[in-house]
């Protein structure tokens, strides 16, 4: 296959001729197309998909180019080189994610393009087994330049299905299937008309050299173009068109693409960004976090409730508590000093927030500003050291221009040197960054349970909108969506104890802030308590075992040798589910304990047996419901 390969990405005569680039397992071709009329006017891509036999276009048209100040790099733009090909073939460990060993294979082609002033700009092209990626570079000269805009543009058939969020700073909307015009946040999930492909658009690697993207489709609702940032954003502070500097690559447009489990268990995002800057990865400790905001908004101001959540954290054996905002104006018998001495007698460490502060965010949610500079953040950094801090929460970014990105790089590189964890709060979607920064634990990014506190809505929204984040959001990394929480904010739930149970297992995040209040947790069974004991929240493997955005999914994953199986419905009625375990391996038994809805949407019902990779289990879910299975290998 890669001889064939070489054969047609020899040198190419600069003249109009297509080149196709297949994946390594030859179900996903990606074709460069020569300049034809159409928005650009210049070259394209084109993805197709072979599935069963039966190959479809799944994306007709990927529009290229750049609109540089000084020159465009669109129209007219000639191909004077194809470069032979490479199989990129790379395996990395990850400390948090979908998957411990992952695997970054693809075969990558670049081509070069030159504009009628001989300026050149390169197009770098790979064809994965779960997707495509490509990115853009500038391979010399030298020099500061001002992207004024960039014309990559998704066309998609209209007729496909799509999950897409209206766009807004910090990404915590519910998901559109109108498919309307609009501004859209990323990742935005597309079902073709064959219904057995599915494409995510995202894009990874993104760095302090450009700024976030979002999509629009705004001029043609069939085409989706990226878009910088609205120069409102972040009140106005920075500029919205990025600045780069010779030379230069962009950040990766990627495309996962495939049959849905393949989709919601792909890492591609992971796998096209940049190795790990951090040699000493022993520091970083994944984890569950008690957190007291979602029960009580004031909760970190008083010395009382912060130490109940520290007992619960030890009693549930978790490893840490997160010290929400007001921290520094706690009282009713103690101050931070005092918690985190009790915090540390429990044999936990603290995890604290922090406002982002600076003039991008009118928030005056204290403590703010301290994070602001490089100077500003040693200075912290070495106070909390001190102090016994394991990590940090940054909250209310607002933008996502070029400055703000720099400033998130910034926090974490600073945060590295200390040996601090951390978590991005009201924020951009992930971009890969986890890999490249592990102590990056997890981002929010989500209308998440914290909702409940806010929006009234929420209520009835909440059961399809658990049900679309496995497929959407959760597929490009860590989601703290504060979930498991059993009694009520503000507004009440609507889902059952079996459905909240089950989304320790189906959200994925490094560090899993477990929302509800103490009383919460005690009033549970004996199982779904040792249950949550013992919850992981890194796994081995992850296997999508049946869902559809919008009605329900069951996730598999694994830790170890066990298997945790997670399963939520947005159904209105009672159903019945079969769930079959021919993904364990052949030959092993397994002791399971089975938690799922009981009589009533607050009951549970826990039974035990004996399995193996030839059975099924028969699950009972309420309107709402949900279940969670734990296999452990019998020795």
């Known amino acids: ?56 276009t799944v994306i007709p048209r990927i529009e290229l180019g750049l609109q540089r100040n000084d020159q465009e790099f669109s129209r007219q733009l000639k191909l004077v080189k194809a470069a032979r090909p490479r199989l990129i073939r790379e395996q990395y460990t990850a400390l948090i994610g979908k998957r411990s060993l992952c695997t970054n294979t693809a075969n990558e082609a670049t081509y070069t393009f030159a504009n009628p002033s001989g300026a050149v700009m390169n197009l770098v092209v790979r064809a994965y087994n779960d997707g495509v990626a490509f990115r853009y570079e500038f391979p010399g000269g030298q020099g500061s330049f001002t992207i004024q805009d960039e014309l990559t543009a998704y066309q998609l058939p209209k007729e496909d299905k799509r999950w897409l969020q209206p766009w807004n700073t910090p990404n915590e909307s519910y998901y559109d299937t109108l498919g309307k015009q609009g501004e859209w946040c990323y990742p935005a999930l597309f079902q073709s008309q064959n219904e057995s492909c599915w494409v995510l658009l995202h894009e990874a690697d993104l760095n302090g050299t450009y700024c976030g993207t979002k999509l629009s489709n705004t001029g043609d609702a069939g085409a989706y173009k990226l878009q910088f940032p609205d120069p409102k954003d972040g009140k106005g502070t920075g500029a919205a068109q990025p600045v780069i500097t010779l030379p230069w690559k962009s950040p990766w447009r990627v495309a996962i693409i495939g049959a849905l489990p393949n989709v919601v268990a792909s890492t591609l995002i992971n796998d096209v960004s940049a190795p790990s800057v951090i040699k000493d990865t022993s520091w970083i400790k994944p984890g569950i976090a008690s957190w007291n905001y979602w029960s009580s908004n004031h909760g970190t101001m008083d010395y009382q409730i912060v130490c109940s959540f520290a007992d619960l954290a030890a009693e549930m054996n978790w490893p840490y508590t997160l010290l929400d905002w007001e921290w520094d104006a706690m009282g009713n018998g103690g101050k931070l000093e005092d918690a985190i001495r009790y915090i540390h007698s429990k044999g936990l460490q603290p995890l604290m927030w922090y406002n982002s502060g600076g003039p991008h965010t009118d928030v005056a949610s204290t403590p703010r500003d301290r994070l602001l500079t490089h100077e500003s953040r040693v200075k912290e950094f070495t106070w909390l050291k001190q102090l016994g801090v394991a990590g940090i929460k940054v909250d209310f970014f607002e933008s996502e221009k070029q400055q703000m990105i720099q400033y998130y790089q910034g926090i974490l590189q600073d945060a590295a040197e200390f040996k601090l964890m951390v978590y991005f709060h009201g924020c951009l979607v992930p971009r890969g960054w986890n890999r490249t920064y592990p102590h990056l634990m997890t981002y929010e990014a989500v209308r998440g349970a914290e909702w409940y506190n806010y929006d009234p809505g929420f209520t009835t929204a909440a059961p399809v909108h658990n049900t679309v984040l496995p497929f959407t959001r959760n597929v490009v990394g860590s989601m703290d969506y504060t979930p498991v929480t059993f009694t009520n904010s503000q507004f009440p739930h609507i889902t059952s104890y079996g459905h909240e149970l089950a989304l320790g297992i189906v959200f994925e995040s490094g560090i899993q802030h477990l929302a509800d209040r103490p009383e919460g947790y005690r009033q549970l069974p004996d199982a779904a308590k040792s249950l949550l004991k013992n919850l992981p929240v890194t796994w081995d493997d992850t296997k999508m075992l049946d869902g559809y955005p919008g009605k329900g999914i069951t996730l598999a994953r694994r830790k170890g040798n066990s298997w945790y199986i997670g399963g939520i419905s947005a159904g209105l009625g009672e159903e019945k589910k079969t769930i079959r375990l021919d993904f364990l391996p052949q030959g092993t038994k397994y002791r399971l304990m089975l938690i799922s ?38 020795q």
């Open 597 to 634: 809805d009981g009589a009533h949407d607050k009951a549970l019902d826990t039974r035990y047996e004996v399995v193996d990779g030839s059975g099924a289990l028969d699950v009972k879910l309420l309107r709402r419901g949900g279940f969670a299975a734990v296999l452990t290998p019998l």
């Open 1 to 56: 296959m890669f001889a064939s390969l070489i054969s047609l990405f020899c040198v190419l005569p600069a003249v109009a001729q297509q080149a196709t680039l297949p994946s390594p397992n030859q179900e996903i071709t990606v074709t460069l197309h020569p300049a034809q009329p159409g928005p650009s006017g210049g070259w394209y891509l084109g993805v197709s998909y072979n599935h069963n036999g039966h190959t479809a």
